[in-house]
């Protein structure tokens, strides 16, 4: 993966700053350290922090077309561009480099924005037009790679992450208060919403073009919702026969690369079932990377050692305790950019790390396996309370819950509570987001910490009605798990798991992260299974367990499922906190910043050190608050501004009037001038 970053005049040519695009892509330099490029004309200028893994020689970007009409920065990987090759070769299209940019922009060059379709990967890209003067950015199906824009002062600006964008003195960093508010609801921010003020984000499965002065953006693919008379009505083993066919191929091509792979493997189902494949059909000396926590409540580990032994593969452990995620959560902050209910992503931040010191650049992950064959407890929640609306005298109400969260009801008095709470908006059953409203309106009680600034700049603005407005036309197509399922993966996935726990907190350390269950193949497939193959019963991802029979030991195909977490309050209330949580927590910081009320604040932080039982959005609420405030104190008060003042690309394609020269730099020459490949 890279980082890439541009600057385009929306309404002709205009100086475009040399100094600034090199800062913007200097401040990306964590996501692609080994090569950085720039390309800058009179309109338009595209930045790359290039991270080499397929052609770690001549891959350096931006990347240009035989006549350099055409100039392309991507971030991500396209797996399927060996393929594409040989067919635009066969077509007479010559090319310079072995690498996957190089095809995807001759794909553009022949198919132009149909080229999306073609295109298996994940990805962030960006193409400058030089003859039509037109800019194409678009971003992969599922929001794996990020990609962030804003428009200013006549010109638009796009980056991978929001931080080099703020290099910009021109652009504003303010939090916005409407992002507070979703991430308060849906634990993240809507779709093309990111945590500032007039920063956006480019959706997942989208692009945008830029051309005579029009700025578009369209959608081009979208979570499948099927009717029943798309149903794939087929035997289960056939189901079977078929998916593992397609998820062997999803993590073949994803080991494509010309540096080490590895995988995590936290002992799971969905890490577990990546890694069997890998080590019994491709390698079997791949590298896998858990984590274990000193909180036993959280730890997995025993699961992990278990997997490691049975396939017999080289394992490394990283102890986590709650000092460390206290210790690295500004950190990963810094990195993930957006306030979060959790503190999940700091773990993940740490084992990036050690990673990266292990000497390998990509590792595969089970992001997405929940989401698509119906992993999660909120799908069976969903299905149950149905149920109860419809059965409303059944006797088998409560056996149904107790299944779910058999832990849970210890006594007679929390089994009354647990059956009221889900008992909550029944006659609500066709509402068609019916399966999520009850944990956003509970969600919604950390909105009761806002200061009474912040409720009155939030005005009167309802997310749950925005997300409405969101929805597909053809939503109310798919059954009750169908659209639960549409709505995480919507929401969560790509704003939060894919971001916050994924990409961000992986390429801090420049490790790119590929996870073979999103797959457009493998989605698309599983939108077409009927609902009781992925919840049978009760029984989650049954055709994915089914799947992995012969494969994976018992011990981990039975095990309940067990969501990634880690320490909330006893980590960001540990008793030796780092100086900056500790100055986030204070009670003038708090009045200052003007998001949090101060007394409440106090109270709950109180409450959390004290023996009193809490309750989950309590936790929730308390690492909103922490979050908001360092983020805050990094983005809005005390940003760097300047990151280097002399950056030096390795290739500079500078077009400006009376320039036209294409400068690199090599070991033995340094900066200099020289004949570039199919000019």
């Not at 008992?423 to 987001?433: H, I, V, Y």
Request: proline share 5%.
């Amino acid at each position: 993966m890279c980082g890439i970053t541009g600057i385009s005049h929306i309404r002709g040519p205009g100086k475009i700053s040399l100094e600034t695009l090199g800062q913007m892509t200097e401040m990306l330099r964590h996501r692609g350290p080994d090569e950085s490029g720039i390309y800058i004309d009179d309109q338009t200028g595209l930045g790359s922090s290039r991270l080499s893994i397929i052609d770690l020689t001549s891959g350096t970007q931006p990347i240009h077309n035989e006549n350099k009409t055409l100039w392309m920065v991507l971030n991500g990987e396209i797996f399927n561009y060996p393929a594409l090759r040989k067919e635009l070769q066969s077509e007479g299209h010559r090319f310079y480099t072995s690498t996957d940019t190089e095809v995807a922009l001759h794909l553009y060059e022949r198919d132009s924005v149909h080229c999306l379709k073609r295109l298996n990967g994940q990805f962030a890209m960006a193409i400058w037009n030089t003859v039509k003067k037109e800019l194409f950015i678009a971003r992969d199906r599922i929001g794996i790679c990020p990609l962030h824009y804003t428009v200013n002062n006549g010109c638009l600006y796009f980056a991978s992450e929001i931080k080099s964008l703020f290099v910009t003195p021109k652009i504003s960093r303010e939090i916005n208060p409407i992002a507070l508010d979703q991430i308060a609801t849906f634990w993240t921010t809507l779709p093309g919403y990111t945590g500032f003020k007039n920063i956006n984000e480019l959706p997942p499965g989208g692009y945008l073009r830029l051309c005579d002065g029009q700025l578009s953006i369209q959608k081009y693919w979208d979570f499948p919702l099927r009717s029943k008379k798309d149903r794939n009505d087929s035997l289960p083993e056939e189901i079977c026969e078929h998916l593992h066919a397609l998820l062997s191929d999803a993590v073949k091509i994803r080991l494509q690369a010309d540096v080490p792979v590895g995988s995590y493997l936290s002992g799971g189902l969905d890490s577990s079932s990546i890694t069997a494949i890998v080590a019994s059909q491709f390698n079997k000396q791949i590298q896998t990377f858990g984590i274990r926590f000193k909180e036993p409540d959280f730890d997995e580990s025993i699961h992990q050692h278990h997997m490691a032994e049975f396939l017999d593969v080289r394992h490394h452990e990283l102890m986590v305790s709650n000092n460390d995620i206290a210790e690295n959560f500004a950190s990963t902050l810094w990195h993930t950019e957006k306030p979060t209910l959790r503190t999940a992503s700091t773990p993940l931040f740490l084992l990036s790390k050690r990673v990266s010191e292990s000497g390998v650049k990509v590792i595969l992950t089970g992001e997405g396996a929940d989401e698509i064959f119906g992993g999660y407890d909120i799908f069976k929640e969903a299905l149950i309370r149905k149920f109860w609306a419809r059965q409303p005298d059944s006797k088998t109400r409560a056996n149904l819950i107790t299944r779910i969260y058999p832990d849970v009801f210890t006594t007679p008095a929390l089994k009354n509570s647990f059956i009221a709470f889900f008992g909550q908006g029944l006659d609500a059953a066709d509402d068609p987001l019916f399966s999520h409203l009850i944990r956003w309106n509970n969600t919604k009680r950390i909105k009761t910490f806002f200061s009474d600034d912040l409720k009155n700049e939030i005005g009167s603005y309802e997310g749950i009605d925005e997300m409405r407005q969101l929805l597909p036309e053809n939503f109310n197509s798919g059954g009750c798990l169908a659209r639960a399922q549409y709505l995480e993966s919507k929401l969560l996935l790509s704003n939060y798991l894919l971001s916050s726990q994924g990409d961000r907190v992986a390429m801090a350390h420049s490790v790119e992260t590929r996870p073979p269950y999103l797959d457009h193949r493998l989605i698309e497939c599983m939108a077409r299974v009927p609902s009781v193959w992925k919840i049978l019963g009760l029984n989650e991802k049954f055709i994915l367990k089914k799947t992995f029979l012969d494969l994976l030991p018992e011990e981990i195909l039975s095990r309940p499922k067990k969501p990634f977490r880690a320490p909330i309050h006893a980590s960001l209330l540990a008793p030796s906190l780092p100086e900056e949580i500790q100055q986030a927590l204070a009670e003038k910081t708090i009045r200052n910043n003007g998001y949090f009320h101060p007394k409440k604040t106090a109270m709950l932080i109180k409450k959390l050190k004290s023996k009193t039982p809490l309750n989950e959005v309590e936790g929730m609420a308390l690492a909103a608050i922490v979050s908001t405030q360092l983020i805050d104190s990094q983005f809005v008060k005390n940003f760097p501004m300047s990151v280097s003042r002399y950056f030096k690309p390795d290739l500079l394609a500078d077009f400006r009037a009376h320039k036209r020269r294409i400068l690199c730099r090599d070991k033995l020459r340094g900066f200099h001038e020289q004949e570039h490949p199919l000019s």
